[in-house]
Structure formats: structure tokens, C-alpha cells
DNA sequence: AATGGGAACTAGACTTTGTCTAACCCCCTG
DNA sequence: CAGGGGGTTAGACAAAGTCTAGTTCCCATT
């Protein structure tokens, strides 16, 4: 179930490129870590992506890897999201999508926006801009009650 | 726009009848946590908690809370909200309904459940079932790009 | 070539939220 | 009155993320 290790990576020039759309200073720790979280449409932690980087030797240091997702997330390059109260995960699929969450094996998993529908939205002052909405199935082991 | 500290209070008889409800056994501190908590419809995190209790000079201690809102939680006597991942929000609200969080301030607004419609859920395994959909929208301050 | 400044990185200390553990208390039952 | 179980407690602990002070690197200016 887990991803085999040999990731099908991304170039450093197409890394770049991500960067640059959304305006990041494409230094070699920033470009490792879009490399790893855009080999594929995926949802990582801050942990993981500390240990697979230095699992393939590469040096970054926690506080760099924390700052480059926060970083990453504000400009819209991946989007943060929030499950399970205890982590964030960070996802490289840029499409507008929703989630199913299975509580028991802690997987997320994308849903297609299409199955999923906002009918309205609140109404709000000017001032004020909806940022975002997130929309996150639980599924489980069925009871047997 | 806080609530003045002067909350109507649920009665002990009240309490106790919610928490006959969910099956939970009506101890002191769960009585007390649950007037709380329902004196209105609110979000309240576990540090809320126990400062208010404290405040009230009940005697509570911090893994009383915790455990106490994790029962209530597991019990679906309260509703565990999970927006920022830094905390865990608590919502005495029993109706379904959807979340409107304000990003700069931090507040959580409820959404009547007729404004967001969830149009179909993707197909499942008979063994698995849908334990909840959570729809959190996200307001902050008009960008002015 | 030397100087100065700014952005980014690093290690490690620190903070915060929540969980765990061991002891204790209280009530009920036999 | 002994034993047992559920509940509570204080405080130790764990995990995720932030902060700080110092360093490096690059680049522009002299």
C-alpha cells in the first residue's frame, strides 16, 4: 500500500519552474523538497518529508523544511490540510478536490470535486473573502451495532 | 464580541440527564465540564476548559479534562471540530451543521446545514461507512492584490 | 580584492498540546 | 472489614512545531 521508494522524480528545472510561477527564490534545499512532494499527487507530513530527505542524504535542517512548507502553503504552492489535530499534511495536487479521511488506517485519500457539491455559501461583508473550503469524509469500519 | 462571563448555567439535573443519555456514568468533574460546555451553543478547547474551571474554583485537573472530553467526544455527546492543528475545538452543538472559521481572529462560526449541500459521496465498500463530513470554510480579509 | 548587507540555513533550545503512569480515593459488594 | 474497580490527580513524558542566535553564501559597491 505504501509507495514503493523508487519515486519517479521530477527535474531541478521543472522544481524551478513551480517555484518561480509562485514567485520562490529557488534555493537547493527549496527545489529538493518540491522535487520530493511533486514526484507525485501526494499528501506528506513535515516528518516525513525530514526523513525521506535525509534518507536520500540530502542536507536540510527541520527548521528549513518547516519554514519551506509554510512557505510554500501562503503562496499557494501546495495546500495545507488539516485531519488529524495532532499533524499537517501537505498536498501537491493543485486541482480544487476534497478528501476522504479513514480514521482507522490514517490514509487520505483525493476526492474528485464533482462528487462533492457547495449548493451556497453564507453571505459575507465586503471586507471579507472566502479563502478556501474544505471538505473532509470520515470513513470507517462499519458498526455492527 | 466574548461572551461576558456571566453564561447562563444548565442545571445539574440537566447535565446529568445528557450525559443518562449518552451512557456516561455522572461524576463530579464530568457534571461540571458538561454545564460548561453546555451552558450554550459554543467551541471550546480543552486549555478553555480548564480555565474557566479554575476560575470557578472546581477542582479539575488537566487529564480529567482531557479524558473527559475525549469520552464525550467518543460518545458523540459533543463534537470534536478539527481546524487549526495546533488545537482541538469541542462543539456543544448537537444539530448537524458546517463550520465558518475566521482566519485572522481565530473564531468559528456555525453554518446552517442548508446553506452547504453535499450533493453525493463517493461509492464505498459495504464494510466501511461514512462517520461524519466535515465542511470547514475558511474567511480572512479581502486580499487587495 | 575588500567590505557590507541581506536572504537563507542550521542546531538546538523552547513551547504547547495532549497522553501516560503510578498512586490514591471512594464506594460498593461479599 | 477486606477487596476491587472506576475515577481522579500530579507530574513526568512525548510529539509537533516555533524561535533564536550564529553562520554561510551571494551579490553589489567601493
Chains 1, 2 share one sequence.
Not at 487520505?108 to 461583508?125: C, H, K, R, S
Amino acid at each position: 500500500m505504501t509507495v514503493p521508494s523508487i519515486t519517479e522524480q521530477i527535474t531541478r528545472e521543472q522544481a524551478q519552474a513551480l517555484l518561480a510561477r509562485h514567485g520562490i527564490a529557488p534555493t537547493e534545499q527549496r527545489l529538493e523538497i518540491a522535487r520530493l512532494l511533486f514526484a507525485q499527487h501526494q499528501h506528506l507530513s513535515a516528518e516525513q518529508i525530514l526523513a525521506q530527505l535525509s534518507r536520500n542524504s540530502a542536507r536540510v535542517s527541520k527548521a528549513t523544511v518547516y519554514n519551506t512548507l509554510n512557505l510554500f502553503a501562503e503562496t499557494g504552492l501546495v495546500r495545507e490540510v488539516v485531519i488529524d489535530s495532532a499533524k499537517r499534511f501537505y498536498d501537491s495536487n493543485p486541482d480544487p478536490h476534497h478528501h476522504l479521511f479513514h480514521t482507522d488506517t490514517g490514509e487520505l485519500e483525493d476526492v474528485a470535486p464533482a462528487q462533492v457539491q457547495i449548493a451556497g455559501l453564507p453571505g459575507l461583508p465586503d471586507s471579507r473573502e472566502v479563502l478556501g473550503v474544505d471538505v473532509v469524509i470520515r470513513v470507517g469500519p462499519r458498526h455492527t451495532d
